[in-house]
């Protein structure tokens, strides 16, 4: 799909605007992607695919039962998203501008995700299960809000997430971790990039870990942090 938009389309399931699977595969480039609503990805819907976006916007999507505001992936997807934009995406669940679950990998390149918002965690994105890897480089994660855990990134259930060289700043989780939030046996990298003015209502103001997950952080700056309870930069529990 190049230089096109799809706006104001609806999915009784997967995949407001579009839906690929079962060996499919789908690239966007230079497309929009904009105030589509679906059960899960409310803009686009990717289960045991490949998936290419580039140079493209995704904004105003809404997941209406499940997770992904702005893209659901998951039965081992593999996916690069780069030179794109996230913006005021919703979703009712996990992943307010993407959900990552079941084995999926994904690369996000030079990415801004900016005002999205989950009701449960992962304001901005949710890594959710073993298997699932998401390397995040050159990119920027601000003004993302969840009710949950996560303001900007939500990694448990034995996912792995990587930052590097990327900006993560004035998120809020209306729990723990206000910029970050790491469980359940998971897996936090994060490496020259900044955190700042990332708030939450609960533990970790920058990071929250909690039930073994596991942080390595180098060559970072963390400030400007807000902690309802204990650890305004970051919390281990």
Not at 199 to 223: F, K
Request: aromatic share 2%; charged share 10%.
């Amino acid at each position: 799909v190049t230089d096109s938009a799809l706006n104001s389309n609806t999915a009784v399931s997967g995949g407001g605007a579009l839906s690929v699977r079962a060996g499919g595969s789908l690239t966007l480039l230079r497309t929009d992607i904009l105030n589509n609503t679906g059960l899960r990805g409310g803009g686009v819907f990717a289960r045991d695919a490949t998936l290419i976006i580039d140079n493209s916007t995704l904004a105003g999507n809404q997941s209406t039962g499940a997770d992904g505001g702005g893209i659901y992936t998951g039965d081992g997807t593999v996916s690069s998203i780069q030179n794109s934009t996230l913006r005021n995406n919703r979703s009712t669940a996990q992943g307010g501008g993407i959900y990552f679950s079941r084995d999926s990998q994904s690369t996000i390149e030079t990415v801004l995700l900016e005002d999205n918002r989950a009701q449960t965690n992962g304001g901005a994105i949710a890594v959710n299960g073993r298997g699932v890897r998401v390397v995040i480089n050159n990119s920027q994660i601000s003004s993302n809000r969840t009710d949950g855990d996560g303001g900007a990134v939500y990694t448990a259930l034995g996912g792995q997430t990587s930052v590097t060289n990327s900006s993560i700043n004035n998120n809020i989780a209306q729990n723990n971790g206000g910029g970050l939030y790491v469980g359940s046996s998971s897996g936090l990298t994060i490496d020259r990039s900044i955190l700042a003015g990332n708030q939450s209502g609960g533990n970790g103001g920058g990071i929250s870990a909690r039930q073994e997950g596991q942080v390595l952080l180098s060559n970072s700056t963390l400030n400007g942090k807000i902690a309802g309870a204990n650890g305004g930069g970051l919390d281990l529990n």
